[in-house]
């Protein structure tokens, strides 16, 4: 099973607008990441947020990070055509045999209207 | 610099078959995790190997299984292939090991099982 879950499931914006995405995960992480994908190919990292940061900035991406609530957010501001794709919140941590996994999300699709 | 390269693009076996998928990691990379992305849904973790060691595994039967040889590539095999196999088969690199953090994915192996 999936530990990420991603809100919603699919948006549509127009060009221009922002764009929010939720993750919400079940165990304690190490960090969490947010991956795009094109098209069923392969993912493209994003963005890294540690256990221990509350925030972070990338060019017109903006993660924040609520440990408390188990919870992430990735924001894309003044979104654009190209970044019509599925995005997908990744939690690093070690499962209970021990062994460290990238456990992702069911995705959010994003559809950027021109 | 090249990046993940994975072979074959695209493969369609039948059931009982047996496949062999290979990856081969950014130059200077160590580990090489493979992942399963049924249509529709996120990654699911399959195995991490890091210096030709297995580092993890995920929640899959006895007929995947993997190696890494010594120049980093790896391979997956997967046994007696089932109709549920069918899927896009994703192979990352990083640095180090899986908990270093930003995973390098390839453009993955789309899987057929008829």
């Known amino acids: 099973s999936q530990q990420g879950e991603e809100d919603p499931q699919a948006l549509s914006i127009q060009e221009g607008e922002n764009a929010t995405m939720n993750c919400s995960y079940k165990?304690?992480?190490?960090?969490l990441q947010w991956y795009r994908q094109n098209s069923g190919r392969g993912l493209v990292h994003l963005i890294l947020?540690?256990?221990?940061?509350r925030e972070k900035h990338s060019g017109r991406l903006r993660v924040t990070l609520d440990t408390s609530k188990k919870s992430s957010s990735l924001l894309i501001t003044a979104s654009r055509a190209a970044d019509t794709a599925s995005y997908f919140c990744?939690?690093?941590?070690?499962?209970?045999?021990?062994?460290?996994?990238?456990?992702f999300g069911k995705g959010t699709k994003l559809s950027v209207i021109p | 610099d090249a990046g993940v390269t994975q072979s074959p693009t695209h493969l369609i076996k039948t059931r009982g078959q047996h496949v062999t998928l290979r990856c081969s990691p950014i130059?200077?990379?160590?580990?090489v995790s493979w992942y399963q992305q049924v249509l529709g849904q996120g990654p699911q973790f399959i195995f991490q190997?890091?210096?030709?060691?297995?580092?993890g595994r995920g929640n899959f039967p006895d007929r995947f299984s993997a190696r890494q040889f010594p120049n980093y590539s790896s391979e997956l095999n997967v046994n007696a292939l089932l109709l549920g196999d069918s899927a896009l088969y994703l192979c990352?690199?990083?640095?180090?090991?899986?908990?270093?953090?930003?995973?390098?994915f390839g453009p993955g192996t789309r899987l057929t099982v008829l």
């Open positions: 990352a690199s990083s640095l180090e090991g899986l908990a270093s953090g930003e995973q390098f």
């Open positions: 165990t304690s992480i190490n960090n």
């Open positions: 947020i540690r256990s221990n940061e």
């Open positions: 990744a939690t690093g941590g070690y499962s209970g045999a021990g062994s460290y996994q990238l456990t």
């Open positions: 130059s200077g990379h160590k580990s």
């Open positions: 190997y890091y210096e030709k060691e297995e580092r």
